[in-house]
């Protein structure tokens, strides 16, 4: 079955960096579209960054320009590049495989950007 595992989070002070990885079984990786969400503490999830089966990008705005999310077909892996953090950065991320056979999740993995 498709299984994503993300990987790669922990606590940074701000203006620190992580990259957080998203690697895929399961699945054909590169006819999906992979994003990645975030949800803070009692806060709904929201959108961070896709990466089409193209490889076209798209952000949130509270984003772009300190994370890039880019993806290796043949490791069947999704990255998320995040720089410049901020305490607000501070969330659970989760990725996400999408295309027109579902949409699937990983269990995340905990961001905390704290001094």
């Known amino acids: 079955q498709v299984q994503l595992v993300e990987s790669g989070g922990g606590l940074v002070q701000p203006g620190g960096s992580l990259r957080l990885s998203c690697a895929a079984s399961?699945?054909?990786?590169?006819?999906?579209?992979m994003g990645w969400y975030r949800q803070a503490p009692g806060k709904e999830r929201e959108l961070v960054a896709t990466?089409?089966?193209?490889?076209?990008?798209s952000y949130a705005d509270s984003v772009k320009g300190r994370f890039t999310i880019s993806r290796d077909n043949a490791m069947k892996t999704a990255y998320l590049q995040m720089n410049s953090l901020k305490p607000e950065d501070t969330a659970i991320y989760y990725c996400?495989?999408?295309?027109?056979?579902?949409?699937?999740w990983g269990q995340g993995t905990q961001v905390t950007v704290s001094s």
């Open positions: 990466i089409t089966s193209g490889s076209t990008t």
């Open positions: 996400n495989a999408k295309n027109a056979l579902g949409s699937f």
């Open positions: 399961g699945m054909r990786f590169s006819i999906f579209a």
